[in-house]
């Protein structure tokens, strides 16, 4: 019992310095960001930084597993799982709205994260290429499920729905990153929310 609290301000301490990572890589990039940086920003020393990750590398990797599973997509394919077809791929791009709308900080930061995989940074790398295998999988999963229900006409093929939705996914986020000022995120998402229903044979009953 004694150790809780002991506990409880280290998964704290950790959650603050993660927060404070994503902040900073996403402002100045991976490779720029420093360990001193990401202390000073959760307001805790270098000393603490270096002792809780060891190292960069191994705090991108907690960083990853982070944004992807509690922020991101990993989310997104666990609530499309629940339906099939049209319904399924709606659920991905209405959280994906709601993410934008309630936590637009977080939703840069993962963003900008997923463009800094395009640098020489294998660990970033292959785990979002990994990601984005296992989304385009479950997509295909679900609208496949769909077209052996009935819900979608046979015509429709699961792999370009796929592409299709995580590529407009993945753009608009690039515009709105790019241009916040002027780009309408919610907008082109409501528009490619519509395009996926035209895709896929209508609105889910």
Avoid: C
């Amino acid at each position: 019992m004694a150790n809780r609290p002991v506990q409880a301000r280290s998964e704290l301490s950790t959650l603050a310095l993660l927060d404070a990572a994503a902040e900073v890589i996403a402002e100045v990039g991976y490779e720029r960001a420093t360990l001193a940086a990401i202390g000073e920003r959760a307001g805790y020393s270098h000393g603490l930084v270096t002792r809780r990750f060891e190292s960069k590398a191994k705090l991108l990797s907690a960083l990853i597993e982070r944004m992807t599973f509690v922020w991101g997509d990993a989310q997104l394919r666990g609530r499309a799982g629940d339906h099939r077809g049209t319904a399924g791929v709606i659920v991905v791009i209405d959280a994906v709205r709601g993410f934008h709308r309630r936590s637009p900080r977080e939703f840069r930061a993962l963003y900008s994260l997923m463009f800094e995989a395009l640098k020489p940074i294998p660990v970033l790398r292959d785990r979002m290429a990994e990601l984005h295998r296992e989304f385009r999988a479950s997509i295909e999963l679900g609208v496949r499920e769909g077209i052996e229900a009935g819900l979608v006409p046979a015509s429709v093929d699961p792999a370009a729905v796929a592409r299709v939705l995580i590529s407009g996914l993945r753009g608009a986020a690039y515009q709105w990153l790019l241009d916040p000022g002027e780009f309408d995120m919610d907008r082109a998402l409501l528009d490619l929310r519509s395009l996926m229903e035209d895709m896929l044979g209508g609105r889910p009953a």
